[in-house]
T-cell receptor, first 114, second 112 residues
Framework: AAGVIQSPRHLIKEKRETATLKCYPI?????VYWYQQGPGQDPQFLIS???????DKGSIPDRFSAQQFSDYHSELNMSSLELGDSALYFC?????????????FGQGTRLTVV | GEDVEQSLFLSVREGDSSVINCTYT??????LYWYKQEPGAGLQLLTY?????DMKQDQRLTVLLNKKDKHLSLRIADTQTGDSAIYFC????????????FGKGTKLSVKP
C-alpha cells in the first residue's frame, strides 16, 4: 500500500541557507501535518493543512513557512537555517472526515545544518 | 499547557511482558495513541484507543485506559528482541485529530 513519501530523506545545509522539504500524502488524504523531532526528543507539532488551507499552527518558527498544493502535496520551506534546526522532520497525512482517523507518518527527512 | 508524561527507559527479558505507562492531561482527546519508533526510522502507529473505552486488545498488544486518572498503558505480551524501540504515547491537542502531543518516549530494551 502507498505510504506517505517525504523527500529528500537526508539533507545537509549550511547556516543561513534555505531548505525545502516535500511531503506526498497517501492518495485521497486531504490533511497533512508537519512535525520536528530534535535529537533524543519527542516529535513537536509544527503546522497542518486541510484542503490547502492552514488548519493548525504549533511551534513553527517565523523563518519557516509551509503550504499545501492542489495535488495535496505539501512543502516546508526553511530559511536562515540555524544549527538548532538540525532534526528529523516528519510529515503525516490523514483523511479528515473519517472519524478516528489515523495520521500516517512518513519516514522523515533528516536535516543537518553545519 | 498540555503535557504527556512517560518513563524514559524499560528493560525486559525476551518472552516477558512489557508494560509502558503514560499520563496525559487533555481530557478532550477523542483518541489516544501509541507509536513505535525504531532507530533512525519514522513513527509507526501501533494502536489507538477511543477515549470511552477501557481496554483494547490487538494480538500481543493490550491498551488500558483509566480516563479518571488520565492514565494510559501499553502491554506487550511475549516481548521479542524486535520489539526494542522507543514507544511514544500521544494525545490530541484540544481534541484536534492529527495535531498530536507526544510524550518523551519510553526506550524499551529487550534482552535475550
Amino acid at each position: 500500500a502507498a505510504g506517505v513519501i517525504q523527500s529528500p530523506r537526508h539533507l545537509i545545509k549550511e547556516k543561513r541557507e534555505t531548505a525545502t522539504l516535500k511531503c506526498y500524502p497517501i492518495p485521497r488524504h486531504d490533511t497533512v501535518y508537519w512535525y520536528q523531532q530534535g535529537p533524543g526528543q519527542d516529535p513537536q507539532f509544527l503546522i497542518s493543512f486541510y484542503e490547502k488551507m492552514q488548519s493548525d499552527k504549533g511551534s513553527i518558527p517565523d523563518r519557516f513557512s509551509a503550504q499545501q498544493f492542489s495535488d495535496y502535496h505539501s512543502e516546508l520551506n526553511m530559511s536562515s537555517l540555524e544549527l538548532g534546526d538540525s532534526a528529523l522532520y516528519f510529515c503525516a497525512s490523514s483523511l479528515k472526515e473519517v472519524s478516528g482517523t489515523e495520521a500516517f507518518f512518513g519516514q522523515g527527512t533528516r536535516l543537518t545544518v553545519v | 499547557g498540555e503535557d504527556v508524561e512517560q518513563s524514559l527507559f524499560l528493560s525486559v527479558r525476551e518472552g516477558d511482558s512489557s508494560v509502558i505507562n503514560c499520563t496525559y492531561t487533555d481530557s478532550s482527546s477523542t483518541y489516544l495513541y501509541w507509536y513505535k519508533q525504531e532507530p533512525g526510522a519514522g513513527l509507526q502507529l501501533l494502536t489507538y484507543i477511543f477515549s470511552n473505552m477501557d481496554m483494547k486488545q490487538d494480538q500481543r498488544l493490550t491498551v488500558l485506559l483509566n480516563k479518571k486518572d488520565k492514565h494510559l498503558s501499553l502491554r506487550i505480551a511475549d516481548t521479542q528482541t524486535g520489539d526494542s524501540a522507543i514507544y511514544f504515547c500521544a494525545e490530541e491537542d484540544g481534541g484536534s485529530q492529527g495535531n498530536l502531543i507526544f510524550g518523551k518516549g519510553t526506550k524499551l530494551s529487550v534482552k535475550p
